[in-house]
């Protein structure tokens, strides 16, 4: 079964850290790219960045650029996110994604979806 | 970055209606886009690609089509289970940028 388990939500004050991960099954993580993207509470969703498969090529939305890193571990079929200077308006479901503007574009896989608050 | 313009961002329907969404481009993308189903507390799930190719699995009365700028979803016999947020996603280039939404409803 194709699936992505995001992990490393929470509470985090503003100006704090939190790093996300995803640990992909089912399908091989390494043919592909990965993105994070995020839902704020009512609101629409917003790709936030993407990793190719081999990790050597990064795109960040300008909301997180500067602040947030993308990695992946192609050994251990784990994506991350790393979020730093968090802010109230990263409050967010955030989803692990197959990137869909990569091939194959009928792979649709997102995560459950892991929360994060940025609250004092 | 390419902005998405979707229409209606609401609309009210009844079961077997035909239903039609729109997504306006601000640039040639292509047939570069797909549309997504989400329910709440649900994570989206893709409808069509490429701009009218239909996904695996989802149900026939759903279609899309349009290239360029202008594209459209078309549920063509509304069923209980289509009520949801529809949106749409341009994957030609990144920034890759959603459309506004669509929240179907039941009249």
């Known amino acids: 079964e194709v699936q992505l388990l995001e992990s490393g939500g929470g509470l985090v004050q503003p100006g704090g850290s939190l790093r996300l991960s995803c640990a992909a099954s089912g399908f091989t993580f390494s043919r592909n790219a990965m993105c994070w993207v995020r839902q704020s509470p009512g609101k629409g969703l917003e790709w936030v960045s993407t990793i190719s498969g081999n990790g050597y090529a990064t795109y960040y939305a300008d909301s997180v650029k500067g602040r947030f890193t993308i990695s992946r571990d192609n050994s251990k079929s784990t994506l991350f996110l790393q979020m730093n200077s968090l802010r109230a308006e990263d409050t967010a479901v955030y989803y692990c994604v197959k990137d869909p503007a990569a091939v194959p574009y009928d792979l649709d896989v997102w995560g459950q979806g892991t929360p994060v608050t940025v609250s004092s | 970055a390419i902005q998405m313009t979707q229409s209606p961002s609401s609309l009210s329907a009844s079961v077997g209606d035909r239903v039609f969404i729109t997504c306006r481009a601000g640039q040639d993308i292509r047939n570069e886009l797909g549309w997504y189903q989400q329910k709440p507390g649900k994570a989206p799930k893709l409808l069509i690609y490429s701009a009218s190719s239909l996904q695996s699995g989802v149900p026939s009365r759903f279609s899309g089509s349009g290239s360029g700028t202008d594209f459209t979803l078309t549920i063509s016999s509304l069923q209980p289970e289509d009520f949801a947020t529809y949106y749409c996603?341009?994957?030609?280039?990144?920034?890759?940028?959603f459309g506004g939404g669509t929240k179907v409803e039941i009249k």
């Open positions: 996603l341009q994957d030609h280039s990144y920034p890759l940028t």
